[in-house]
């Protein structure tokens, strides 16, 4: 017996290793404090092509840092894709645009750029994976409560059905429609990324419940779901996943951050790219920094001014 309880997760988690799919991406940037995820999603990582009127091209509709300092809390904060960048190479554009025209190596360049931070694992999710994972945990609670939405919400675009303000127990369908609402919400992108985050922060805490442990059949089904959904670095593992995995539950948790960086217009329109989400030129330096050091104060930061 004792045996058998040595044996399975070792087993389990040498065959997990084995599933795991990798991708050029990281740069040889010098190193900063603490350790830098970047998480790029879009609807479907098996299709991952959308069209707009700018540009066609594969475009990554999420992208996030979940940064895990040396001390201090835990951040997991989005950056709007339509923020207004200078693209290594290619001059100004938006950040998605980067990934559009050199795929995972030209985004994390320019998040780097972006933010001061060296990116030390880079994860690529398909958000519709994650609908299977919702599924395989029997479905997660998740809010919609905020008082610029109007009720009830029937969005066409993402499918999302949600009759009043409040919290429900959704399925899989339900938490991807949540994850990719913008257009009946009025800050769009912003309350899209908040959404995300919430739901990446009930999913990981569906996954760490204690009586998973005595569920064998749900960790494969829930091991051979998750990573189907998951393209990473070249040299992150398994190990370095469960860490990821760690990092979501500090940043969503009571004692972690979430937001975006400070934000000063979000339908800046410098011309040749469209409308763009332009930070805050003051503040933006300093909240990387803050970032970086662990220095930012638990709860919501960012945004807007006097959000």
Request: proline share 8%; with cysteine; aromatic share 4%.
């Amino acid at each position: 017996m004792l045996v058998l309880l040595l044996a399975w997760p070792i087993g389990l988690l040498i065959w997990a290793s084995g599933k795991i799919q990798h991708v050029e991406a990281l740069t040889t940037a010098p190193g900063t404090a603490g350790t830098t995820y970047l998480l790029a999603g879009s609807d479907s990582r098996a299709d991952g092509v959308i069209e707009d009127a700018e540009t066609l091209g594969a475009r990554t509709d999420t992208i996030m840092l979940l940064q895990v300092p040396s001390r201090g809390p835990a951040a997991l904060i989005s950056l709007p894709r339509d923020t207004f960048v200078d693209i290594p190479g290619q001059g100004p554009g938006k950040l998605n645009a980067s990934f559009s025209l050199g795929g995972a190596p030209l985004l994390v360049q320019t998040v780097e750029q972006l933010t001061g931070l060296r990116v030390d694992h880079y994860v690529e999710i398909g958000f519709g994976g994650v609908q299977h994972v919702v599924d395989a945990v029997g479905g997660v609670e998740l809010c919609l409560e905020d008082p610029n939405i109007a009720y009830p919400v029937d969005d066409q675009d993402s499918g999302l059905v949600w009759p009043a303000p409040g919290c429900q127990v959704v399925d899989g369908f339900t938490a991807l429609a949540f994850a990719r609402m913008r257009q009946s919400d009025p800050t769009g992108d912003i309350g899209r990324g908040l959404r995300q985050q919430q739901l990446i922060g009930a999913v990981t805490s569906a996954v760490s419940t204690p009586s998973l442990a005595l569920q064998p059949t749900k960790q494969v089904a829930l091991v051979d779901t998750g990573l189907g959904a998951l393209a990473v670095s070249e040299g992150s593992g398994i190990l370095d996943l469960g860490r990821l995995a760690l990092g979501f539950r500090a940043a969503t948790g009571p004692e972690g951050i979430r937001g975006t960086p400070p934000i000063l217009d979000t339908n800046y329109r410098p011309g040749g790219v469209g409308s763009t989400v332009r930070l805050d030129p003051d503040a933006t330096p300093a909240f990387f920094a803050d970032l970086a050091e662990g220095a930012l104060p638990p709860g919501t930061v960012g945004g807007m001014p006097g959000s």
